[in-house]
C-alpha cells in the first residue's frame, strides 16, 4: 500500500483513479510517497524522505520547490491545458469587464438597496458614467502562446479583435492550433505600443517576473486595459497602480488580489478563479493522479516539468529505475551492475533533461540487494527504485 497526501482539496474523481487496494489517500499521511497538490505554497514544507513524486492539479509550478524536488530525485508533474478552457472563457470575461466598467457598476447598484420605488429611475440617471468601449475592432495583445493564449487568441478573432500574439518558445502543437488569423509579433514592443488590451499567459519564473513593469507600462498606449490571469508576480503592482492613478492605465482586471490592490478604482482582483470550475478541477486531478499512478507502480513519467518524459511496456520480471545526473558513464554503469548480477536486460530506455536523467530497465533474474547497492553507489545515482 502506498500513501497519498493530499494538500489541497482534489476532485474525488481524480483520487478514485488511485485505487484503494493499492493507494492510501488522505490529507494527513506521514510518509507519503506522492503528493497531490494545487496551489498550496510548498516551498517552506520539508519534504519527507519518503516522497517520490508531486503532482500538481493545474499548469502552474511555481509554489512547488522544483529545484530541490530535482536534486532529491523527486518528480514533478502538472496537467498541462487541463483548465486551459476554464481560464480562457474567464479571461475574456475579463477583458469584457475591463473595457465595460461590470465591477464598479455592479457596486454602485449594490448601494442602491433600500432606495425604494425610485431605483429604476435612479438607475436610467446614473448609468451614464459607466459606458465602456466594446472589444470589437479593438486591438488585443495575447503574451504567451500555451494552452491557454492560444484559446484566448483564437476565440478573440471571433469576437472580432485584431489579435496581435508573442511567444517566442511557442511549442509546435500551439503553434498548429493558433489561428492564422493571429498576427506574429517578434518583440514585445511592437505588441505593447500597438494593443488597447493586453492578456499575460507565460508561467512566472525568474526571466517573466515582474514582465509588466514601469518601462513595459511606458511602451504601452494611454488607457491600455490590461489583463492578468496567469500570476500576479508577472505584475509589478507599485508601476501597475502608478498607471492605473494617472490614467495610462485604464483597467486592470486580474485573479490575484494582493492589500496594497484593492479598494482602488481601476483594479478589478478576483479571488483565484481560473481554474474554479468543476469540469477544470476534475480534469486536473484525474490527469494528475494518472500520472502520478504510472510513475508510482510503472516508473513511467508523463508531463513532468523536471523529468523528462520516458514511457516503456512493461514486458514482465523486475524493473530497475535509475534517476541519476546526466554524466558520462552513468549508463555503461547501470548496465555494467545489471549484467554482473546476472540480470538479463529485456528492454531499456534512457533520456536525459539538462543535468539529469533517468534510466528504466526491465530484467530477468533474481535483483537481490546488491545490484541495488552498486546502482546506489555509482557517482551521479540519485535515486533507485525496483518496482
Ligand atoms: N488563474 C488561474 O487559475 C490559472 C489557471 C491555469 C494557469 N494559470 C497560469 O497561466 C500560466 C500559463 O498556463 P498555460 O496552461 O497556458 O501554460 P503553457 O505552458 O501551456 O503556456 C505557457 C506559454 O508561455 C510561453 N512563454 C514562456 N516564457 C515566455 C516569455 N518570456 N514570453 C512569452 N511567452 C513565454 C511558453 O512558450 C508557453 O507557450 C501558468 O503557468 C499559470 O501560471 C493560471
Ligand atoms: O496554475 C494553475 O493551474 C492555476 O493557478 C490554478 O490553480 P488552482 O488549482 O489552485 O485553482
Known amino acids: 500500500m502506498q500513501e497519498i497526501l493530499t494538500l489541497n482539496s482534489i476532485s474525488?474523481?481524480?483520487?478514485?483513479?488511485?485505487?484503494?487496494?493499492?493507494?492510501?489517500?488522505?490529507?494527513?499521511?506521514?510518509?507519503p510517497a506522492g503528493i497531490l497538490v494545487r496551489s498550496q505554497n510548498m516551498h517552506e514544507m520539508e519534504l519527507p524522505e519518503s516522497l517520490l513524486a508531486i503532482a500538481r492539479a493545474g499548469a502552474g509550478t511555481n509554489n512547488i520547490p522544483v529545484e530541490q524536488c530535482t536534486a532529491r530525485g523527486v518528480v514533478v508533474f502538472n496537467t498541462p491545458g487541463a483548465n486551459a478552457n476554464a481560464v480562457k472563457e474567464l479571461t475574456i470575461a475579463g477583458l469584457i469587464m475591463a473595457c465595460r466598467n461590470l465591477a464598479p457598476a455592479l457596486d454602485w447598484v449594490g448601494g442602491l438597496k433600500g432606495e425604494g420605488d425610485a431605483v429604476a429611475k435612479l438607475v436610467e440617471k446614473g448609468k451614464s458614467r459607466f459606458v465602456g468601449p466594446e472589444l470589437a475592432?479593438?486591438?488585443?495583445?495575447?503574451i504567451g502562446l500555451g494552452a491557454i493564449g492560444v484559446k484566448v487568441a483564437n476565440v478573440a478573432t471571433h469576437l472580432g479583435l485584431?489579435?496581435?500574439?508573442?511567444?517566442?518558445?511557442?511549442?509546435?502543437?500551439?503553434?498548429?492550433?493558433?489561428?492564422?488569423?493571429?498576427?506574429?509579433?517578434v518583440n514585445l514592443n511592437d505588441l505593447y505600443s500597438q494593443c488597447d488590451l493586453i492578456t499575460v499567459h507565460v508561467p512566472v519564473t525568474k526571466d517573466t517576473v515582474g514582465l509588466i513593469n514601469s518601462e513595459?507600462?511606458?511602451?504601452?498606449?494611454?488607457?491600455?486595459?490590461?489583463?492578468?490571469?496567469?500570476?500576479?508576480?508577472?505584475?509589478?503592482n507599485g508601476a501597475l497602480l502608478a498607471g492605473v492613478r494617472t490614467g495610462r492605465v485604464g483597467c486592470y482586471v486580474c485573479d490575484f488580489?494582493?492589500?496594497?490592490?484593492?479598494?482602488?478604482?481601476?483594479?478589478v482582483a478576483l479571488p483565484h478563479l481560473g481554474a474554479s470550475t468543476p469540469e477544470s478541477e476534475e480534469n486536473c486531478a484525474v490527469m494528475a493522479a494518472d500520472q502520478l499512478r504510472d510513475y508510482l507502480l510503472n516508473g513511467n513519467i508523463h508531463n513532468s516539468v523536471n523529468l523528462p518524459n520516458v514511457e516503456l511496456p512493461r514486458v514482465g520480471g523486475s524493473r530497475i529505475c535509475v534517476l541519476h545526473k546526466n554524466v558520462p558513464g552513468m549508463l555503461s554503469g547501470i548496465t555494467g551492475a545489471a549484467s554482473e548480477a546476472g540480470l538479463n536486460i529485456e528492454n531499456l530506455v534512457n533520456k536525459s533533461r539538462r543535468d539529469v536523467a533517468y534510466t528504466m530497465l526491465d530484467v530477468s533474474g533474481n535483483v537481490g540487494g546488491g545490484v541495488v547497492a552498486r546502482l546506489k553507489g555509482l557517482e551521479g545515482c540519485i535515486r533507485v527504485r525496483i518496482i
Open 257 to 267: 488580489p494582493t492589500e496594497e490592490l484593492l479598494g482602488e478604482p481601476g483594479v
Open 12 to 31: 474525488p474523481k481524480g483520487v478514485e483513479r488511485l485505487s484503494s487496494s493499492l493507494f492510501h489517500v488522505a490529507d494527513d499521511v506521514e510518509a
Open 162 to 185: 485584431e489579435v496581435y500574439g508573442y511567444d517566442p518558445y511557442i511549442s509546435v502543437e500551439a503553434a498548429w492550433n493558433l489561428s492564422r488569423n493571429v498576427i506574429h509579433c
Open 216 to 236: 513595459a507600462i511606458a511602451q504601452m498606449k494611454q488607457g491600455v486595459r490590461i489583463v492578468n490571469f496567469a500570476r500576479g508576480e508577472l505584475v509589478d
Open 137 to 142: 475592432g479593438k486591438r488585443l495583445g495575447v
